[in-house]
């Protein structure tokens, strides 16, 4: 993620913020990509500390309005979990913004978004994390960290937050666009598999059986070894994450070596082995830094040759992709273990 400037003084700021030093207030449009002045705030900017500029008739902004379902604020717990959940769709969003998805210049289609809590006014309810023909479920509850930790080693996943939540489930969704094409489902089958295969058998074998022994030689993660649908999920998140661990890291002038500045732009880049052997450095980098404060680290994975490749064929995909503009292909979906 970029840092920003205050439009009106120029100060520093960060994406979330709300007002500048300064005591401007901040608005950010994800168009330009940046905080502008005079424009109308998004209408949810009180209710759970939205920034974003309004752009429907209905006063919500881009980030807002793909939002049609909202946890239970009858439970206030829900309303900060919900603004946390919030948070971590706008970073997404405004990422692939930079790769021309979503954009004003986009025509193809957005997904909707279901925020629900498994905790109502009604009691307890289980929620399922998962996408459906462009239609995505988040569970808010995992914005609490204490929660998500748990599930995090319930599930033994190495990486669990908000952000990774999101742009997993998206990643699904850019599939159904980038699906439009035959040319991709079969440059796709032919590194991931066949995604015809029998989803709702392949995730009950995972959960009953495990990874293979071997899973790192071929994928990104236990849960990506569970079907060719969620290896492109977890793939495509994870060149998410690599991509946005250089931008952020040159914005902060955290740069090594081979980034020629701090105005290089990772989401520009289009040599995707330049650009992740970047990301693997710098990463590995900070989880040294990280370690010294007795944290988790940044990115605590090993890539195999395997995987690599698979990681060149998504960047590739979500570089180039946003101009995919023909119908999506529709008649399945995926669901995670909450």
């Avoid at 991709?184 to 009953?208: S, T």
């Avoid at 990104?220 to 991509?243: F, G, I, K, N, Q």
């Avoid at 980098?285 to 040759?305: A, K």
Wanted: hydrophobic share 40%; with cysteine; aromatic share 10%.
């Amino acid at each position: 993620m970029q840092i920003f400037h205050c439009a009106q003084c120029g100060q520093q700021a960060f994406f979330s913020n709300l007002t500048c030093n300064c005591g401007a207030e901040l608005v950010f449009d994800p168009e330009p990509q940046k905080f502008v002045s005079g424009a109308k705030f998004c209408a949810n900017r009180q209710v759970i500390g939205c920034n974003w500029k309004a752009e429907n008739e209905a006063g919500y902004c881009r980030s807002c309005a793909m939002t049609t379902t909202i946890p239970d604020t009858f439970r206030n717990k829900n309303v900060r979990l919900w603004q946390d959940a919030e948070k971590a769709k706008r970073w997404v969003l405004a990422n692939l913004g930079r790769w021309g998805w979503f954009t004003n210049a986009d025509q193809g289609a957005r997904p909707t978004f279901n925020l629900l809590s498994e905790k109502t006014s009604a009691g307890r309810v289980p929620v399922v994390m998962g996408h459906a023909d462009g239609e995505i479920t988040i569970n808010v509850m995992e914005s609490d960290p204490v929660e998500r930790e748990r599930r995090r080693d319930e599930l033994s996943e190495r990486l669990r937050t908000m952000t990774a939540h999101f742009r997993h489930e998206i990643a699904h969704f850019l599939f159904l666009r980038l699906s439009s094409d035959e040319r991709f489902l079969n440059a796709f089958r032919a590194r991931f598999g066949d995604e015809r295969a029998d989803y709702g058998a392949a995730l009950d074998r995972h959960y009953a059986e495990g990874a293979p022994a071997d899973f790192q030689q071929n994928y990104v993660t236990r849960y990506a070894s569970s079907h060719p649908h969620e290896d492109w999920a977890e793939t495509a998140a994870h060149a998410m994450h690599l991509t946005d661990i250089v931008d952020s890291a040159v914005s902060a002038r955290l740069t090594h070596n081979g980034v020629p500045s701090a105005k290089f732009d990772a989401y520009r880049e289009t040599n995707s082995v330049a650009l992740l052997r970047q990301a693997f450095e710098i990463g590995t980098s900070l989880n040294h830094v990280n370690r010294s404060m007795g944290m988790q680290d940044i990115y605590p994975f090993v890539i195999s040759q395997n995987v690599h490749a698979k990681l060149v064929f998504v960047h590739e995909q979500l570089i180039f992709g946003a101009g995919i503009k023909r119908k999506a292909a529709r008649g399945w979906f995926s669901r995670r273990k909450h």
